[in-house]
């Protein structure tokens, strides 16, 4: 190993703010300790606390003090950070300064806010200025890169909150993909009869959507579609996306359905999922009557040729001269290269079979929301018409709220829909059968426009709430065939027990099963609920850790329409400043190979996992890539004879800090 | 201030000795699971021992073992190395890299006299302020009652070889 250098102090001029952070800070750390024992630090020119640094007069103290103090480096102890070593750097750069002449120490999120005794607060505030102040002499002069950005943008998921930003995105003249996992545009949002709380008809203001979508110049529609690899980075993002076969050629299929009259099925067998495994489809199908694009699918489970190869294919004749069924057709693969990612992948609802004491799928009239959506609506598998399985309607109905949401055993989160949707199934079961509705809740939650005159309005129209949690579900004694749903009336501070005919589970929203693999996929994170990260909860709620891919809709966490279209809305105007801008600046930590200093192993060269080093036979030296470096630092660390550099993370800074926390005051 | 400057073993002081040890530990958190669990422990508003000082890396795998022995060498009682998940990596496996350092380093370390505890890797992910707030207690713990680190001057402990 190389000697190390040491840090040079002599020439750094130092100027060190403690913010008060009014008293987020000041409350734990002592700031007046703290500014005091900084300016005893080696280097340290000028020390000061204030009550807001990140303030206007915050700033052009800052700024005042490099002038008149000549200052070279700046030191801020504040927040984290992740939320305003941006600001801080271009304070320092303002002055007059290489932005990165900084350091902050974060004395909010890592030690006011998580220690109480003050005095043990402050000491760590000490240790880590302390360190800050060490690190910061020996930074160099950095510059951010620039990397072009394509005008492309991918969108993965093609509900709402997909279809939405596609055509915000594409109306401003960017090339949108959009790409769907199912066989069409829609998601959930299709499924719906009515939208709470203005009773609109889910299907009439979303369907013109979806053939907007179909019919514009500028998106490229991929239903049946997973994206199977992301590589790249921000600005230059190559995606390679799986089109699973339909078996049905898409631009030949002009959406006769001719070939499903023609099935040899006559009678419609299998479980149809759009509605929920209510109502029947046949093997070769179209999702729903507005499906976009209106193109139909074959699936290979239950059609004949698939299982036996000795169907008539009666659908094929009646296809003629169209020919755009072709049982042959194969998986294909689609590379595309987009500069921004909104991923819009929505929510799956809570199996209510997990809370095996509501007997969903054990007693048939136990029915899930999304089930009597699917009964309510018109082109649903009974036409409308609200009734048992038997075909009775029914008397009276138990709504039960918050099935895997806000419960211990499931999920602790609340989907924030249910209530509202409960208020709407029990407004329509009432309209549609004049039965006595019984909502089962443990609190009701109406925050939004127009929400709680809903809820008045459905009390009103003689709805009744019992505020409980329902205990147990089971078949009424006296076998006549109805359930008996017992809650404890918190209210009344009682059990009740309702005989009722129909239960509807209001089940909550979850993240889709395969959230895992898709956030893996995309380089982002999740939250504890599995929903994906936000940067920032509040300032930054479309953005993630990963630049240039944005969240839309419930992939982030349960939330209504108008949230989801909003945050689409959003999510297409963050890519779209990006696309316009038309560059985006990265931050410059990546490494280099000091060539003098360089033996030639070869140790670091299959480390990096962006094949960014190269070895140069005829130097014997191996050589970093910086375009394609993306700074994490492996190779760095790996390197035996100490001869590749990182910026900002460079070894010597590194060592500067541990050894400066540890030196005792 | 005195001078730390050497990289001279640190020899137990006797103010270290006193009954109301408090351990130091150094860790390196990366900026993009580990910080921001410590940063999300923090908005939550989770109260954590005090013994930690973390230093920030772009990826667990950047923690070069030297990393780990300056620490230990200048005074630390214990190191904490959190990163990403295994598979959950920002810069795809570079906590691999980490953790194949970390198993070596381990060994190594102990053979020293450096006991398995005072040196700890953990996976937290950016929502897991809770766990950060575990692992850190529980470290801060036991590294209390292993008691502060001494490192034994080399001549005791390779009597042989130095008295050669």
Known sequence: MPERKNGDHSSARIGVYVCHCGTNIAATVDVNVLSEYAATLPGVVVARNYKYVCSTPGQELIK??????????????????????????????????????????????????????????????????????????????????????????????????????????????????????????????????????????????????????????????????????????????????????????????????????????????????????????????????????????????????????????????????????????????????????????????FDAKRIPYYGYGTY???????????????????????????????????????????????????????????????????????????????????????????????????????????????????????????????????????????????????????????????????????????????????????????LAGCCQGPKDIPDTVAQAGAAAAEALALIDIGYVEQEPYTAHVLEEVCSGCKTCVPLCPYQAISFVENKNKAEINEVLCKGCGTCVASCPSGSIEQNLFDDEEIFAEIEGLLAYA | MPDNKQNSLQVASPEKEAATFEPRIVAFFCTWCTYLAADLAGTSRFKYAPNVRVVRVMCSGRVDPQFVLDAFAHGADGVLIGGCHPGDCHYQEGNYKALRRYRLLSRMLQSLGIEEQRFRLEWISASEADHLRSAVNDMVENVRALGPLHLQPSEEMFPEEVAV
Request: with cysteine.
């Open chain 1, 64 to 349: 005042r003090d490099i002038h008149d103090h000549s200052l070279n480096r700046v030191v801020v102890a504040a927040c984290s950070p992740c939320l305003h070593e941006k600001t801080f750097r271009n304070v320092t750069a303002e002055g007059g300064l290489n932005p990165y002449f900084f350091q902050m120490v974060n004395v909010r999120e890592q030690d006011s806010w998580v220690h109480t005794d003050k005095k043990a607060a402050t000491a760590k505030g000490k240790d880590l200025l302390r360190a800050a102040v060490r690190r910061v002499a020996l930074h160099k002069p950095l510059e951010r890169k620039r990397v072009s950005i394509n005008p492309n943008v991918l969108i993965v998921g093609g509900g709402i909150a997909g279809i939405h930003a596609a055509l915000t995105l594409a109306n401003a003249g960017k090339h949108v993909y959009l790409v769907e996992h199912d066989a069409t545009i829609g998601g959930h949002m299709a499924m719906f009869d009515k939208t709470f709380p203005t009773l609109d008809c889910a299907a009439c203001i979303l369907t013109p959507k979806m053939t907007t979508v179909k019919s514009h110049p500028n998106i490229t529609l991929w239903t049946y579609s997973e994206v199977a690899q992301v590589d790249g980075y921000v600005g230059n993002y190559r995606v390679t996306v799986k089109r699973k076969p339909r078996y049905v050629i898409e631009g030949a299929c002009v959406g006769c359905m001719e070939c499903i009259d023609a099935c040899v099925y006559k009678q419609a067998k299998v479980p149809d999922e759009f509605n929920m495994c209510l109502g029947k489809r046949k093997p070769i199908y179209i999702p729903f009557p507005q499906a976009v694009p209106q193109v139909v699918v074959i699936d290979p489970e239950s059609c004949i040729e698939f299982k036996s190869g000795k169907c008539k294919k009666t659908c094929v004749e009646a296809c003629g001269d169209r020919n755009a069924i072709d049982f042959k057709q194969q998986e294909s693969v689609e590379t595309i290269e987009v500069g921004t990612i909104i991923l819009a992948t929505g929510f799956h609802t």
């Open chain 1, 364 to 550: 048939p009239n136990v029915y899930t929301a999304l089930e009597v959506e699917r009964l309510v609506n018109a082109a649903g598998p009974t036409g409308g018409e609200v009734v048992l399985r038997d075909g009775h309607k029914p008397a009276t109905v138990a709504i039960v709220h918050c099935v895997g949401s806000r419960d211990e055993n499931t999920n602790r989160h609340c989907s924030r829909v249910c209530c509202m949707y409960s208020l709407k199934l029990a407004h329509l079961i009432k309209e549609k059968t004049e039965a006595e509705v019984f909502n089962f809740y443990i609190d009701m939650r109406t925050p939004g426009k127009g929400f709680e005159e809903f809820y008045n309005r459905v009390a009103e129209e003689g709805t009744h709430f019992v505020r409980g949690r329902v205990a147990d579900i089971f078949p009424n004694p006296g076998d006549d065939g109805r359930l008996l749903v017992c809650a404890e009336d918190t209210l009344m501070s009682a059990v009740v027990k309702i005989p009722v005919d129909m239960v509807v589970l209001a089940t909550g929203l979850e993240p889709q099963p395969d959230a895992q693999e898709v956030r893996r996929r995309f380089h982002i994170s999740c939250s504890t609920e599995g929903f994906f990260l936000e940067r920032h909860p509040k300032l930054a709620p479309v953005s993630t850790f990963t630049d240039g891919v944005f």
